[in-house]
């Protein structure tokens, strides 16, 4: 039965030969006509004569009986055709539910449980095949095409002219004719059509293609305004109020069930575009901005009620933005796109009640725009929401606070008014937390509009977002990087006096409205932070501990967001704040001192008393804040970001330093150092010149540190031990060298011992570069001899520092002496300074570059061996050797191209070393032959079986995880060393080291050798990849023909 109906649809749908049509008829409408009339005929002679199509017949005469729209004398050969496609659509709608139903009754409970669970479900009778759902597919285009859109009013709905050249000759064909009864037919279309959509088969063909003719109909049917001077007058009054009413709840009912970002599409396409002026023409050859150009005003009204109807329901945000912006690719047009969004959210609508219930309804679901997940939609999605909040605190403050930054900030505000009884748990969830920080970096960061508004919400939970960044930088967070940026972003758009009022309240000079004293942050399970109830210290000193040790963290922290700014004056004009508020204080100590000494206690209630007394407290605490901030910044921030400004002065300004002439000249004459006074010196000539004459070691002098390093970690006690060194030791150069007035020296230690050395380089006029020493070539070559051997540690490293150099640059006393240096640097290898021995260290490696062959022979015994001095303390043995490993090691690095000729006595001692008792000896070898091997190139073939079986036996047999992580890691740089040539080099062993890593990951169970390996394997696999797939070169040779 199915099958005959669509077979009855297809005869009614199908083209006529083309060539018999044309030959009969002279025009394409004439032939369409034909064709029309022609399909027709033959479906009724089939109807009648086959038998295959009684059952098609008896059901499309019921059908018929019950369509009272339904004219069999009509003389339109177009309706005609219409009529009989909606005829065979009903009958085929009426068999499709009749056989559902069965269906369902089939699938009854009682029947399901005689299927086993190998059976397929059996499918429901409205499944259509591809072919049946094309063949429905035509048949319902030949009705809207024929029976609804022609029928439609000028500007309502996109014409058919404007879609193809095909619709514009269907067009011309129906109105060509003088159609009566519009009105009439186009209620009997669209209800038909809504009939069919009630079963879901057909629904989904109807909706996906002609929704929006179906929603062009049933607005004219249902909205458009009755005028009694109209053509076709007669027909029209037969749409009586009642099918005008059924209209408007049909269009209701369907808008309320599509998708509605679909519905939305449509009904921007129904409101047409912008009233144009002038002739229509001039946008020929764009059919869509035609076709959107000329709807009438009560269709444009209506869809804008529509459209704020739908705007304002749940989710109606979400709607329209995914409306206007699903299909995008992130271009520009995506970013026009979000703009023209956000300014439709933010205009309220005229339906809309009042501007208050708009803004309440609407800003929740803003807010919701920030939190997808998807990255294409989530991108989207912020990008308006971040567009429409900016947009609302500029237009709509009052409305944006009270129903944006309020809500969105309230997780933060939380944190300061949470109270024990309330929260007597988690005050501020995890969750909560990361999606406050997360939407203020989206709309404060990312939107980057630093409006008044936006910044005085922010400021009111700066302090508490300070608190987490504190907290972030002691735990593994990822809520630190937001918090950062917010704050940067806050003081570099903030104006420079409410910046230094926010930096004087996050130092706590200020008092601030930060979280209750009860509650702090603690770490989340998913990497964020929980706001939560402390427990109670009950020992007093640790919580005087833990008071102190916060303060100093807050502070350090802020030195770190401050060393941020750059390209900002900001920490330069703080620093002054801070000089100007302490030179105010030191100002008024004598008045206060003074005050206090007058005061007659004996006059005073105990009230007085004691409100003086805390009043002195307070001020005393103050001053000791503003002390603490001062030291701490000026030890951890570096003179460029303090001192960014380039100051130019004035002749008004050298006049007013002209007082300091005499304390400089006293200065320059009396003081003890020899430094002081050349400085104090130029700075009087500078002076006394107007700036005419600047000295070039002044300027030298005045240059910011250049150590990079140095941040405010430089708190700790191993730091300020460095730095009370280095300054013995700029000391302790002063004084040996105070007959040299221009040298400028600047020592540097060591920091690990894969350090290298500060290099020490002089340049004409006597200044220096970078971590340079100036080379004092007064001093005899003994002195400096006897100083490496001086009991004072500095005076001891610069000696070795300046030997060292004097070797690299081939100074003819240290190359004749230089196996005094040489005791001298093994000696000083023993020393139990870090300093000391990194330095000789040091020398050795530049030793061992410079005169290979004899150097590394001594050194190989020694490591080999022990040392072997006179004087060698033998209990530190082991430990000295170690150090020769490590001047080996880096005298491996500096080899070069010399490996394959120096390299054979130091593989074999490694490879002894791989055998010694000590794991430690052991571990520093086998990372010796890695770096030695990596050098080698082409020269390890021969060695390599013998490489590979020591290296495959120490992974498999060896105790020690740290000697087996050193034995991965010789087969990593290995790899990483001959790269594209290890199938050439390692053809016979590369199996055998590759088994080796693999059985570390699987079998090994020290984590670190298994990452060693992972990265070993990882290496492997790109050099295979490499040699297996080469990487495709363009090139054009040239070649010279004989």
């Known amino acids: 039965m199915t099958s005959a109906i669509f077979s009855a649809i297809n005869t009614l749908t199908k083209p006529l030969d083309e060539a018999s049509v044309h030959d009969a008829q002279p025009t394409h409408q004439e032939a ?9 005929a033959l479906l009724l002679e089939q109807l009648q004569s086959e038998r ?64 086993t669970p190998e059976m397929a479900p059996p499918l429901p009778p409205d499944i259509l095949s591809v072919t049946q759902q094309k063949t429905l597919g035509a048949a319902l285009q030949f009705v809207v095409s024929l029976g609804l859109c022609p029928y439609l009013a000028p500007g309502v709905g996109v014409p058919l002219g404007c879609r193809s050249a095909f619709g514009a000759m269907v067009e011309k064909l129906v109105r060509g004719g003088g159609v009566s009864a519009v009105g009439h037919r186009l209620l009997t279309t669209t209800n038909v059509l809504l009939q069919l959509a009630e079963l879901s088969s057909f629904a989904t063909l109807v909706f996906t293609h002609h929704l929006g003719d179906v929603m062009a109909a049933l607005c004219q049917l249902g909205y458009q305004l009755s005028r009694t001077e109209r053509r076709g007058t007669e027909e029209e009054k037969e749409l009586s109020a009642e099918d005008c009413q059924t209209c408007k709840k049909a269009l209701k009912s369907l808008l309320g069930k599509v998708y509605q970002p679909v519905v939305i599409k449509e009904l921007l396409i129904l409101q047409g575009g912008p009233k144009l002026c002038g002739a229509v023409g001039s946008f020929s050859g764009s059919s869509r901005r035609a076709a959107l150009g000329s709807a009438p005003g009560w ?28 299909g995008g690719t992130g271009g520009e047009s995506d970013w026009r796109k ?13 339906q809309s009640a009042s501007a208050d219930s708009y803004y309440r309804q609407v800003c929740p679901q803003i807010l919701d725009l920030l939190h997808f997940k998807d990255k294409l939609t989530a991108h989207q999605f912020q990008s308006v929401a971040t567009r429409v909040a900016v947009s609302m605190v500029q237009e709509k403050p009052s409305f944006a606070h009270q129903y944006l930054l309020t809500p969105l900030l309230e997780p933060l505000h939380r944190c300061t008014t949470a109270s024990y009884e309330s929260h007597s748990q988690a005050a501020v969830e995890e969750w909560e937390l990361t999606r406050c920080v997360e939407d203020v970096y989206k709309i404060w960061v990312v939107g980057n509009s630093p409006s008044a508004s936006l910044l005085k919400a922010l400021e009111e939970v700066l302090p508490v977002i300070f608190t987490l960044f504190c907290f972030t930088k002691q735990n593994v967070s990822h809520l630190r990087a937001p918090c950062k940026d917010i704050l940067l972003w806050y003081l570099s758009h903030s104006e420079m006096s409410v910046a230094l009022s926010s930096l004087r309240q996050l130092s706590g000079l200020q008092e601030q409205k930060t979280e209750t004293a009860h509650f702090h942050f603690t770490p989340g399970s998913d990497g964020g932070a929980r706001f939560k109830s402390r427990d109670n210290l009950s020992d007093e000193n640790d919580a005087l501990y833990e008071k102190l040790s916060g303060e100093q963290w807050r502070l350090e922290c802020l030195m770190q967001l401050l060393a941020e700014l750059k390209d900002s004056d900001l920490p330069g004009d703080f620093l002054l704040d801070l000089l100007q508020e302490l030179t105010r204080w030191a100002a008024e100590a004598d008045k206060v ?6 005061l007659d206690v004996s006059t005073m209630t105990l009230l007085e008393v004691e409100g003086q007394l805390l009043g002195q407290a307070a001020r005393q605490g103050q001053r000791l804040i503003l002390l603490q901030v001062l030291a701490v910044m000026v030890e951890s921030l570096q003179h460029t970001v303090l001192l960014r400004k380039t100051t130019q002065f004035s002749a008004e300004d050298y006049s007013s330093m002209s007082r300091l002439l005499p304390p400089l000249e006293t200065l320059s004459q009396k003081h003890s150092e020899v430094g002081i006074q050349e400085l104090a010196s130029n700075l009087r000539t500078v002076i006394a010149t107007y700036g005419s004459y600047w000295p070039e070691n002044l300027s030298a002098a005045t240059q910011p540190s250049r150590n990079p390093e140095t941040t405010a970690k430089n708190t700790s006690v191993s730091s300020r031990k460095k730095q009370k060194m280095q300054t013995e030791a700029n000391d302790s150069q002063n004084s040996s060298h105070s007959s040299l007035p221009d040298s400028n020296t600047h020592i540097t230690h060591p920091v690990s011992s894969g350090g290298s050395a500060a290099g020490i380089t002089q340049h004409p006029g006597g200044r220096t570069s970078g971590n340079s020493a100036p080379c004092p070539s007064t001093e005899p070559f003994s002195n400096w001899l006897l100083e490496a051997c001086d009991p004072d540690v500095p005076t001891r490293v610069f000696a070795l520092r300046f030997l060292t150099q004097m070797v690299q640059n081939g100074n003819p006393e240290a190359v004749q002496a230089q196996e005094k240096v040489l005791m001298l640097f ?37 490591f080999q061996h022990g040392p072997s001095l006179p004087t060698s303390n033998m209990a530190q043995s082991l430990e000295t050797r170690l150090k020769v490993g490590e001047v080996l090691m880096r005298a491996s690095r500096g080899v070069g191209e010399l490996a394959p000729h120096l390299g054979r006595p130091l593989i074999g001692v490694f490879l002894q070393g791989t055998r010694d008792p000590d794991a430690r000896v ?14 080698l190139d082409y020269a390890l073939g021969p060695l390599a079986h013998e490489l590979s079986s020591c290296v495959t036996a120490l992974i498999k047999t060896e105790k020690e995880a740290e000697v087996r992580r050193a034995a991965v890691h010789v087969i990593a740089l290995l790899l990483q060393g001959i790269s594209n040539k290890t199938t050439q080099v390692l053809s016979d062993v590369l199996l055998d080291l590759y088994r080796a890593l693999k059985w570390v990951v699987r079998s090994d169970p020290d984590d670190v050798a298994v990452l060693h390996a992972q990265l070993a394997l990882e290496e492997l696999d790109d050099v295979m990849r490499r040699s297996i ?11 010279v023909l004989p």
């Open 922 to 935: 052991r571990a520093s070898s086998l990372s010796n032959l890695g770096e030695l091997c990596k050098q």
């Open 826 to 862: 093994l000696e000083n290898l023993e020393h139990e300074d870090s300093f000391v021995y990194l330095s000789a260290i040091q020398g050795l490696a530049v030793l061992a570059d410079s005169y290979p062959k004899r150097i590394l022979e001594r050194l190989l015994k020694d």
């Open 1029 to 1039: 797939f080469p990487e495709q070169k363009l090139e054009k040779k040239i070649v």
């Open 52 to 115: 295959s199509f009684e059952e098609v017949r008896r059901l499309r005469e019921e059908v018929m009986a019950a369509a009272k729209w339904f004219s069999s004398n009509t003389e339109d050969a177009t309706w005609g055709f219409v009529q009989e496609c909606l005829l065979l659509l009903l009958t085929l709608a009426r068999h499709l539910s009749i056989e559902l139903e069965l269906f369902k009754q089939a699938c009854a409970p009682s029947a399901a449980k005689q299927h």
């Open 299 to 326: 269709l444009r009204r209506l869809c804008g009620q529509l459209l704020s109807e739908r705007l304002m329901q749940p989710n109606g945000v979400q709607a329209v933005v995914r409306a206007i912006l699903e």
């Open 32 to 40: 369409l006509l034909a064709v029309l009339q022609g399909n027709r």
């Open 593 to 598: 001192k003074k005050d206090e000494q007058e």
């Open 338 to 350: 979000c703009d023209g969004v956000a300014r439709i959210l933010v205009a309220c609508p005229q």
